[in-house]
């Protein structure tokens, strides 16, 4: 980790910072920066070995720094010493609850937070109805000593996307901020917009190192293009182009002897997994899917997948960039479909384990668990190439067949959180939290020196 330094207020010396004596600057500085506003400042090393940073009252005002006792790392360009970074998180829900400000993801948000000591950096969370665009500033919240604070800062030096689905995405309101917090501004958005099932497959299908872990997937054409698939592979799953949380899922089932097929999906008005048979693939489609439009659905191989008492498991793995920009796994967790489940959700009966919980051998488990490590950092390099915007961190839902063999389900932006609930997960859960900050560090530094290289 980078040099963090506590940032000291004092009322007194007006118009100064005052650096710690190890800081050997070998450039003079005349502007002192927080967030995205720069003012001049006059430079002194402190009169005594304090390794803080002290500002003087007025400035720490003009620049409206809070004051919240958080270390924070100094990023030193043009002359100009920034102080932060500063990490605006966006996202849409709010209430008007002191205690709830962000309703049921409020927890969440102040856990993601609350890693701020540990990383250096300054997270607040934010919407679009706190900007005063005439003014730069947001009056954003902060979470500090168990309790939320609203508080008026200068616009972020980078910006976090954690809007929570595809219909607040789909906002123009929120679109035209985006927009012009990137393009006006030139603020850092990292980890813009849901993935989609299909756009993902075509993308990854163009990079050699990766299709051998993409399962043949289809747009839905027609009833002969799934009956081939069905001969091919035995069974196949139905899916929405962009369904999530395993919603609209549906798992259709070939029985060459009798010459029938079956349906396996989740009921979700009564809350249950569903098995039916029928004699045609044809009364299968009519009587399941009726009248529905399958233009947003997508065919996807079937996949034989390694079982833990009879029934299937998928693994759920997580990467995150670092305050270097590199790709780390963060956590993997397997998950064991529920009885008659076609997937490994757990509202759908689905139970988390963790590999030790898995692989009864050690060799086993260290082979899966490499195997695994390796997919996803090839699949994080390649997303990331492919992919317009900035990804900051990426879920995986991964099988290993029968053979060993890897294979790419999905790949979510925006993961969900719930292999986390697991006793022996919480270490993971803290890592991907503050990776998911430490990356900020990352694109602050790049925006300085390189920023051809975050807008290319």
């Not at 330094?5 to 005349?30: K, R, W």
């Not at 006792?69 to 709010?94: A, D, Q, R, W, Y």
């Not at 990383?119 to 979470?143: C, M, N, R, S």
């Not at 008492?309 to 479909?337: C, L, S």
Request: charged share 25%.
């Amino acid at each position: 980790m980078r040099n963090r330094y506590q940032i000291d207020i004092s009322d007194e010396h007006s118009g100064s910072v005052f650096l710690p004596h190890q800081l050997n600057l070998d450039t003079a500085l005349y502007k002192i920066a927080f967030g995205t506003v720069a003012i001049d400042a006059k430079f002194k090393q402190q009169p005594d070995s304090r390794m803080t940073i002290t500002i003087s009252k007025d400035i720490a005002e003009e620049l409206k720094i809070p004051t919240i006792k958080i270390p924070l790392h100094l990023f030193i360009e043009n002359e100009t010493m920034l102080v932060g970074p500063l990490v605006g998180i966006f996202t849409s829900g709010f209430t008007p609850f002191p205690m709830r400000p962000i309703g049921e993801r409020s927890m969440f948000f102040a856990k993601l937070l609350s890693v701020s000591k540990n990383v250096g950096a300054l997270p607040f969370v934010f919407g679009e109805k706190h900007i005063d665009w005439e003014q730069g500033t947001i009056k954003g919240l902060f979470y500090h000593l168990e309790g939320w604070r609203t508080i008026e800062v200068p616009f972020p030096n980078v910006i976090y996307d954690r809007l929570p689905n595809r219909k607040s995405e789909r906002q123009e309101e929120l679109r035209n901020v985006k927009n012009r917090l990137q393009t006006e501004y030139l603020i850092p958005w990292y980890n813009p917009g849901f993935f989609s099932k299909m756009d993902i497959y075509e993308r990854l299908q163009q990079e050699d190192e990766v299709t051998r872990y993409l399962p043949e997937t289809q747009p839905f054409t027609s009833l002969s293009a799934i009956e081939t698939m069905l001969s091919d592979y035995g069974h196949v799953y139905i899916k929405p182009v962009n369904g999530s949380l395993g919603l609209g899922i549906h798992q259709i089932i070939y029985d060459k002897h009798e010459h029938t097929y079956f349906c396996r999906y989740r009921d979700h008005k009564v809350d249950k997994n569903i098995l039916r048979k029928y004699p045609s693939l044809e009364a299968l489609m009519k009587h399941v899917f009726g009248g529905k439009k399958l233009t947003r659905m997508l065919v996807q191989q079937g996949i034989y997948l390694l079982r833990k008492d009879q029934r299937p498991i998928d693994f759920r793995v997580h990467t995150n960039k670092d305050e270097d920009g590199n790709w780390n796994v963060t956590a993997m967790a397997a998950k064991i479909a529920g009885a008659g489940s076609v997937t490994t959700h757990v509202k759908s009966g689905g139970v988390i384990k963790s590999m030790s919980e898995i692989f009864d051998n050690d060799a086993e488990k260290i082979s899966a668990t490499e195997k695994l490590k390796t997919a996803v950092l090839i699949l994080s390099e390649a997303l990331d190439e492919n992919i317009e915007g900035i990804l900051g961190e990426i879920g995986f839902d991964l099988g290993l067949d029968r053979d060993g063999r890897v294979w790419l389900f999905e790949a979510n932006s925006k993961p969900g959180r719930s292999i986390f609930k697991h006793p022996q997960l919480k270490e993971f859960d803290l890592l991907t939290r503050k990776l998911s900050l430490a990356f900020s560090i990352y694109l602050t530094e790049q925006m300085l020196t390189k920023p051809e290289e975050i807008f290319r």
